[in-house]
C-alpha cells in the first residue's frame, strides 16, 4: 500500500513539471507607452550619467591635487634634512679639527716642558759634577 502511494506522488509531481507548458508562452517585449516617457527616461540617465562622470573628475581632481601637495612636503621635508645633515657633519668636523689642534698643542706644550726639565736637571747635573769634581781634585792636592 506504501509503495502505490509513492508512485501516485511521482507521477503528480511529474505533471507539475511538464516542459510542455513552458514552451507554449511567447516572449513578451517590455515597451515604452509613449515617446515621451521614453525621452525623459533616457534625459534622466544622461543627467545621472554626466553628474557621476563629474563626480568621478572631481575626486580624482582632489586626489591629484593631495598627491602633488604630499610630494611637495615630503620634498621639502627631505631637502631640510639633508641641510641638517650637512650642519651636523660641519659641526662634527669642526669638533674633531679643534680636538686634534688642541691635543697638538698639549703635546707640543709636554714635549716643550719635559725639553726644559731635562735641560734644567742637566744643568745642574752638569754643576753637580763639576762641583764634585772640584772637591775630587781639591782633596787630591791637600792629600798629595
Avoid at 703635546?107 to 716642558?113: I, R
Wanted: proline share 1%; aromatic share 2%; net charge positive.
Amino acid at each position: 500500500m506504501a509503495s502505490s502511494t509513492l508512485s501516485k506522488l511521482a507521477i503528480a509531481r511529474r505533471s507539475i513539471w511538464n516542459s510542455k507548458q513552458f514552451l507554449a508562452s511567447k516572449p513578451r517585449y517590455i515597451q515604452a507607452s509613449t515617446h515621451q516617457e521614453a525621452s525623459t527616461t533616457c534625459e534622466k540617465t544622461t543627467e545621472a550619467i554626466k553628474q557621476g562622470a563629474d563626480h568621478a573628475m572631481k575626486a580624482s581632481g582632489d586626489m591629484k591635487t593631495k598627491a602633488v601637495s604630499t610630494a611637495q612636503q615630503m620634498s621639502q621635508i627631505t631637502k631640510d634634512k639633508a641641510g641638517k645633515v650637512s650642519e651636523t657633519a660641519q659641526d662634527i668636523g669642526d669638533k674633531a679639527k679643534q680636538t686634534v689642534q688642541d691635543a697638538w698643542g698639549s703635546a707640543k706644550d709636554t714635549a716643550q716642558n719635559v725639553k726644559d726639565n731635562l735641560l734644567g736637571k742637566a744643568d745642574k747635573s752638569k754643576e753637580a759634577v763639576k762641583q764634585n769634581a772640584e772637591q775630587v781634585t781639591k782633596s787630591m792636592n791637600t792629600k798629595n
